[in-house]
């Protein structure tokens, strides 16, 4: 049935562009000059410079407002976007008109967790930009529209002692969750099979903050050469699929019964198959692999990981095999899958066989729980 008005559609993944005062007031004074700062080339475009290095703004990022047909790769300007998307007052009148009530905002510049922050030569300007950003989504993003923003943190993953201190100083601060890379051995960091990340995870089973693992954030699906983008787009749910069955063949949850993960914008549609194939080898290979877990892994994914999605009719279709409480909506504002200023009408349309119930679970009721994100 179509979304009651009193549903407050809660999206567990949008985007925010970083405004050029982000790092220049925040960092230290000796890292100032050589900090993220935005400058205005000759053809007109806003770029980003970081450490010498230009980080040109991708067209594809802030796109809402605009008609497909001016879609585009190229480098674009602050002039060229929509308020909404850096702007506090903006993005409330722009969540307001397509009916979205709360976001959770991943990052621009840095890369979804900080993954040029991850690349840079300097760590330790790296770290500070890392808290530098931090800051400013907490307190001055998130900070100015109270209850209607997760608070969401990145960290500098490449250093474990960092991103414990990082950790605890933003929880804290009231953080929601992080954004973490969802394949750490694809960027050369030690796997989640391994006990390397045993001192963070603790620190979020503890405080019961769940990891949102944004697909790409591991690097991008490998297509053929000569192949147009439509190809990786379509093929980035890759990586979240990936993700979960490397998730759910770990060990972590019998140490951390609380934590949490999100497979950001990953989609749902897939993950009947996926279970389904998941508890096949596992039935058949568990006992001489290590994997003889009190759990199957579709178990494990009930009660650790959610899938999320933007417009999925086969996942819809298949709740029942996913499970309705491990589902959350995302409107991908302001990216070029969002469908801002129709979400809300989107959604509802798409919710349309299932019951009342269920619709609030799906695009509100779950995101507060895993989010620990009640109504204010």
């Known amino acids: 049935m ?75 300007a602050y002039t060229d976007m929509r308020l909404g998307c850096y702007s506090v007052k903006e993005r409330l009148e722009d969540m307001d008109a397509e009916g979205v009530h709360a976001q959770l905002c991943f990052p621009s510049f840095p890369g979804f967790a900080g993954s040029t922050f991850f690349r840079a030569p300097d760590k330790e300007l790296a770290v500070a930009c890392v808290s530098a950003w931090n800051d400013w989504a907490m307190d001055e993003w998130c900070g100015g529209m109270p209850g209607r923003q997760i608070p969401l943190a990145i960290l500098p993953y490449w250093d474990i002692d960092a991103t414990v201190a990082e950790a605890e100083r933003v929880i804290a601060k009231g953080v929601r969750t992080f954004s973490f890379c969802e394949a750490p051995h694809a960027v050369g960091l030690p796997s989640f099979h391994t006990d390397h990340w045993d001192p963070f ?37 890759l990586n979240s699929q990936m993700a979960m069955i490397d ?39 568990r006992y ?38 491990n589902v959350m909506f995302e409107s991908d504002y302001p990216h070029s899958d ?33 989010y620990n994100f009640p109504r204010s």
């Open 2 to 76: 179509p979304l009651q008005d009193d549903v407050q559609i809660v999206s567990v993944d949008d985007h925010v562009i970083e405004t050029p005062n982000v790092f220049k007031d925040r960092l230290p004074a000796k890292f100032v000059d050589r900090g993220p700062q935005i400058t205005r080339t000759d053809a007109g475009h806003d770029v980003w410079v970081y450490d010498g290095v230009p980080h040109p703004t991708i067209g594809l990022n802030a796109v809402a407002g605009k008609d497909r047909e001016d879609y585009g790769m190229e480098p674009t």
């Open 201 to 237: 995870l603790a620190l979020c089973n503890e405080a019961n903050v769940p990891l949102s693992i944004h697909f790409g954030s591991g690097g991008a699906p490998a297509v053929a050469p000569g192949a147009p983008f439509t190809a990786a787009i379509a093929l980035y749910g």
């Open 247 to 285: 998730l759910v063949n770990t060990r972590l949850f019998e140490k951390f019964p609380n934590l949490k993960f999100a497979l950001s914008e990953g989609g749902i549609g897939w993950m009947p198959y996926m279970l389904e194939r998941a508890d096949y080898t596992w039935d058949r290979h």
């Open 288 to 325: 001489y692999t290590g994997m003889n877990t009190a759990k199957k892994p579709s178990e494990i994914f009930k009660d650790h990981l959610f899938g999320c999605f933007i417009y999925d009719d086969a996942g819809i279709r298949n709740l029942d095999l996913i499970g309705e409480d």
């Open 338 to 370: 969002s469908n801002w200023p129709h979400t809300r009408k989107m959604l509802s349309e798409s919710l349309s066989g299932v019951s009342d119930a269920v619709c609030r679970k799906v695009a509100e009721d779950n995101a507060r729980r895993v």
